[in-house]
RNA sequence: GCCAGCAUAGCUCAGCUGGUAGAGCAGCUGAUUUGUAAUCAGCUGGUCGGGGGUUCGAGUCCCUCUGCUGGCUCCA
């Protein structure tokens, strides 16, 4: 007999060689028919898999994270069942559970797999899973495993399996398929009920850009059909919310062929509403002492040089910008940074004036890839939310701390209530890849650590993933649809100083040089306006919308009346149109609503008798008439 | 940059296996003067993304460039 301890403490008894399943029988009938998978001392198992010693044990469903990992994995299996019916010959790469679902990596040899193939490999895969398939695990010695592979002719498979040792080598089998796989599975294929296949897309074998190309499909399955459904129609509410949908439609932005790919020009509604958000973090930097700077959108090459940019980067980007004179070349400026280095290396600084937070709404140029652009979100020229605190190494907690309080002040503003932060830190094992001394590193992820805890953050920290010149921490933001974003980003920096040589004079009256701290709390004004579209689905906050309202005539004969009302609001700061349209009020209304103006002032004969306006609030429907000065009231209260 | 696909009027799209372009909406003009999500009628609008080729003939087939979409790689 073994023991097994259940996740509330509970511990049972059962035979040696029981399975998860086995023990879930036990326990309850419906909970059996639900299990996917199990954990077993922390590692997840086939729910089949007999288990010899004491051991703790999580039944793993569909509502557990592993558990749909699991689902997914199986379902990779199931489709590479499908395609191997349907295409004898294809080779198999890798076909891991992904966030939502799964992929597997094929090579379908000289044939070509495209979007009009999913429906079919959907269809079989039902069918093979109506055929109600156990996922058969067997451990397989390593030579047994290579010969199968060498029949079959898949390379891929034969690579994995060198990097594998003798006796740690396992085949899932089920109905026709045999993959090499480490697991683990579900029972059985009859719990997959729902499939979609989503795209194809290519992908390096082994993410390496060197190596051959190979067809990824993607997809997602459910144990029910209606889990599906709702699924599809949560991605179908993110593409009416796209931001390039909504960014034309609302006439915030365009593209033009003629003015290059992913140089967005932005249109007057979305000016209004970038200015605004601008000028909203223009104050609440000024309020923490930011001293707001600007510099040209070129500067000498050798600048990006002296900031290494140049060596790392130069060739990869919009190449230099030659002048009249001979052997002169300018860059368009791919960062901020090297000119608010000048700016501090101006004039001596004592360290009184420390921290010294130069700020900048500046332009910068970088050469993407074009597979990479996309709408606002990935763009070849965009404006950052810059600033740069030049600070003492004891300065970066309290400055941490400034920049969290601005970060979260502004993205509450924007209805990121909440957000996450990732604190990136060095790779212990690997300490030569850095520069910089351990004891100004040491004092710089304290203060990270510290202030992020300070400031009651909810933090991820990942090793290995500071930048060579100091540690990072990024804020993630979830939106309504649940998707996550990374957002703005602070970052130490023990580079640039140096290589500015940048100095001030200490208390001692020594030269000592100063840390750089970057940060963006938007990151990019074109990427956060991306993102605030998505998440509002355009319709954005009261005080930044471009258009507050729109002052809807019944008819013609009261237009001059709508007229005088727009410049008695405009004296209380209220924005908005007349729609002064020979139109019926049905299609006015029809026509605000659709562009998610949020108040609608309807008037008539009755309103322009009483100096009135009829209010009706954006998808929400008529709030009633009120005298002028009412109507400023609750506007007030709707901010 | 790589893989797969797409590009027809301002927008959304139709146009079978090649036989010199069509709808709805938008726009313009007129009528209507309207009470909470589309008033009616008429009209305009396209060298079918650019260039090259095959063909008696190309929106349709081939090549190429540009842009876009979905992936991959990258992201100071």
């Given at each position: 007999?073994?023991?097994?301890?259940?996740p509330?403490?509970?511990?049972?008894?059962?035979?040696s060689?029981v399975?998860?399943?086995?023990?879930?029988?036990?326990?309850?009938?419906?909970?059996?028919?639900?299990?996917?998978?199990?954990?077993?001392?922390?590692?997840?198992w086939?729910?089949?898999?007999?288990?010899?010693?004491d051991?703790?044990?999580?039944?793993?469903?569909?509502?557990?994270?592993?558990?749909?990992?699991?689902?997914?994995?199986?379902?990779?299996?199931?489709?590479?069942?499908?395609?191997?019916?349907?295409?004898?010959?294809?080779?198999f790469?890798?076909?891991?559970?992904?966030?939502?679902?799964?992929?597997?990596?094929?090579?379908?040899?000289?044939?070509?797999l495209?979007?009009?193939?999913?429906?079919?490999?959907?269809?079989?895969?039902?069918?093979?899973?109506?055929?109600?398939?156990?996922?058969v695990?067997?451990?397989?010695?390593?030579?047994?495993?290579?010969?199968?592979?060498?029949?079959?002719?898949?390379?891929?498979?034969?690579?994995?399996?060198?990097?594998?040792?003798?006796?740690?080598?396992?085949?899932?089998?089920?109905?026709n398929?045999?993959?090499?796989?480490?697991?683990?599975?579900?029972?059985?294929?009859?719990?997959?009920?729902?499939?979609?296949?989503?795209?194809?897309?290519?992908?390096?074998?082994?993410?390496?850009?060197?190596?051959?190309?190979?067809?990824?499909?993607?997809?997602?399955?459910?144990?029910?059909?209606?889990?599906?459904?709702?699924?599809?129609?949560?991605?179908?509410?993110?593409?009416?919310?796209?931001?390039?949908?909504?960014?034309?439609?609302?006439?915030?932005?365009?593209f033009?062929?003629?003015?290059?790919?992913?140089?967005?020009?932005?249109?007057?509604?979305?000016?209004?509403?970038?200015?605004?958000?601008?000028?909203?973090l223009?104050?609440?930097?000024?309020?923490?002492?930011?001293?707001?700077?600007?510099?040209?959108?070129?500067?000498?090459?050798?600048?990006?040089?002296?900031?290494?940019?140049?060596?790392?980067?130069?060739?990869?980007?919009?190449?230099?910008?030659?002048?009249?004179?001979?052997?002169?070349?300018?860059?368009l400026?791919?960062?901020?940074?090297?000119?608010?280095?000048?700016?501090?290396?101006?004039?001596?600084?004592?360290?009184?004036?420390?921290?010294?937070?130069?700020?900048?709404?500046g332009?910068?140029?970088?050469?993407?890839?074009?597979?990479?652009?996309?709408?606002?979100?990935?763009?070849?020229?965009?404006?950052q939310?810059?600033?740069?605190i030049?600070c003492m190494?004891?300065?970066?907690?309290g400055?941490?701390?400034?920049?969290?309080?601005?970060?979260?002040?502004?993205?509450?503003?924007?209805?990121?209530?909440?957000?996450?932060?990732?604190?990136?830190?060095?790779?212990?094992?690997?300490?030569?890849?850095?520069?910089?001394s351990?004891?100004?590193?040491?004092?710089?992820?304290?203060a990270?650590?510290?202030?992020?805890k300070?400031?009651?953050?909810?933090?991820?920290?990942?090793?290995?993933?500071?930048?060579?010149?100091?540690?990072?921490?990024?804020?993630?933001?979830?939106?309504?649809?649940?998707?996550?974003?990374?957002?703005?980003?602070?970052?130490?920096?023990?580079n640039?100083?140096?290589?500015?040589?940048?100095?001030?004079?200490?208390?001692?009256?020594?030269?000592?040089?100063?840390?750089?701290?970057?940060?963006?709390?938007?990151?990019?004004?074109?990427?956060?306006?991306?993102?605030?579209?998505?998440?509002?689905?355009?319709k954005?906050?009261?005080?930044?919308?471009?258009?507050?309202?729109?002052?809807?005539?019944?008819?013609?004969?009261?237009?001059d009346?709508?007229?005088?009302?727009?410049?008695?609001?405009?004296?209380?700061?209220?924005?908005?149109?007349?729609?002064?349209?020979?139109?019926?009020?049905?299609?006015?209304?029809?026509?605000?609503?659709?562009?998610?103006?949020?108040?609608?002032?309807?008037?008539?004969?009755?309103?322009?008798?009483?100096?009135?306006?009829?209010?009706?609030?954006?998808?929400?429907?008529?709030?009633?008439?009120?005298?002028?000065?009412?109507?400023?009231?609750?506007?007030?209260?709707?901010?």
């Amino acid at each position: 007999m073994i023991n097994i301890t259940f996740p509330d403490g509970r511990v049972s008894q059962y035979e040696s060689g029981v399975t998860a399943m086995q023990v879930a029988s036990s326990i309850s009938e419906g909970l059996a028919r639900n299990v996917l998978s199990a954990k077993v001392n922390g590692e997840v198992w086939d729910a089949s898999r007999p288990i010899h010693h004491d051991a703790t044990l999580q039944l793993l469903t569909w509502d557990d994270k592993d558990g749909k990992a699991t689902f997914w994995h199986s379902s990779a299996h199931l489709m590479a069942e499908a395609l191997e019916a349907i295409f004898p010959g294809v080779k198999f790469g890798a076909g891991p559970p992904i966030e939502n679902g799964f992929y597997y990596d094929v090579d379908p040899g000289d044939r070509k797999l495209g979007e009009d193939d999913l429906a079919r490999i959907e269809q079989k895969m039902l069918e093979l899973a109506r055929n109600k398939s156990d996922y058969v695990r067997r451990e397989v010695p390593k030579a047994e495993a290579i010969a199968y592979f060498k029949e079959k002719g898949d390379e891929y498979k034969l690579e994995l399996l060198e990097d594998l040792e003798d006796g740690t080598i396992t085949f899932y089998e089920q109905g026709n398929f045999v993959d090499l796989c480490r697991g683990p599975h579900i029972p059985n294929t009859d719990k997959i009920k729902a499939i979609k296949l989503l795209k194809v897309g290519g992908a390096y074998w082994r993410n390496d850009e060197t190596r051959n190309q190979m067809t990824r499909i993607t997809g997602i399955t459910f144990p029910k059909q209606k889990e599906l459904d709702e699924y599809l129609h949560m991605l179908e509410e993110a593409k009416k919310r796209d931001h390039r949908k909504l960014g034309t439609e609302l006439e915030l932005f365009m593209f033009s062929e003629r003015v290059g790919a992913g140089l967005p020009i932005w249109l007057p509604k979305g000016t209004q509403l970038r200015e605004r958000l601008t000028n909203f973090l223009k104050e609440e930097q000024e309020k923490r002492g930011y001293k707001l700077v600007v510099t040209p959108h070129i500067g000498h090459k050798n600048l990006y040089v002296t900031s290494g940019h140049y060596e790392k980067y130069g060739k990869d980007s919009f190449q230099p910008i030659h002048t009249p004179r001979e052997g002169e070349e300018f860059l368009l400026k791919p960062m901020n940074c090297p000119h608010h280095c000048e700016i501090f290396a101006n004039r001596p600084r004592s360290y009184k004036e420390l921290p010294l937070r130069i700020a900048e709404f500046g332009t910068v140029y970088r050469y993407e890839q074009s597979g990479e652009l996309h709408g606002l979100s990935r763009v070849r020229g965009f404006t950052q939310d810059d600033a740069h605190i030049f600070c003492m190494p004891e300065q970066v907690k309290g400055e941490f701390l400034n920049v969290l309080d601005l970060t979260r002040t502004v993205l509450s503003k924007m209805g990121f209530a909440e957000f996450t932060a990732q604190i990136s830190l060095r790779d212990p094992n690997n300490p030569s890849k850095y520069i910089g001394s351990d004891e100004v590193w040491n004092i710089a992820e304290a203060a990270i650590i510290d202030a992020a805890k300070e400031a009651n953050l909810n933090t991820v920290t990942v090793l290995g993933e500071a930048a060579f010149y100091g540690p990072k921490l990024d804020f993630m933001v979830k939106d309504a649809l649940g998707r996550s974003w990374q957002l703005g980003t602070i970052q130490v920096d023990y580079n640039l100083p140096n290589r500015f040589e940048l100095e001030y004079i200490g208390p001692d009256n020594q030269a000592h040089r100063p840390v750089m701290i970057h940060r963006a709390p938007f990151g990019s004004m074109e990427r956060f306006i991306s993102i605030l579209i998505e998440n509002t689905a355009g319709k954005f906050p009261l005080w930044l919308t471009p258009d507050q309202y729109a002052l809807l005539p019944i008819s013609e004969r009261y237009v001059d009346y709508c007229t005088d009302i727009q410049q008695q609001l405009a004296k209380f700061d209220i924005r908005g149109f007349v729609d002064d349209r020979n139109e019926t009020i049905g299609r006015k209304i029809r026509d605000t609503e659709i562009k998610k103006v949020p108040i609608m002032l309807i008037v008539g004969e009755k309103e322009a008798e009483s100096n009135a306006v009829s209010v009706r609030l954006q998808g929400d429907g008529d709030k009633g008439s009120m005298s002028i000065e009412l109507f400023v009231e609750y506007f007030k209260s709707l901010l």
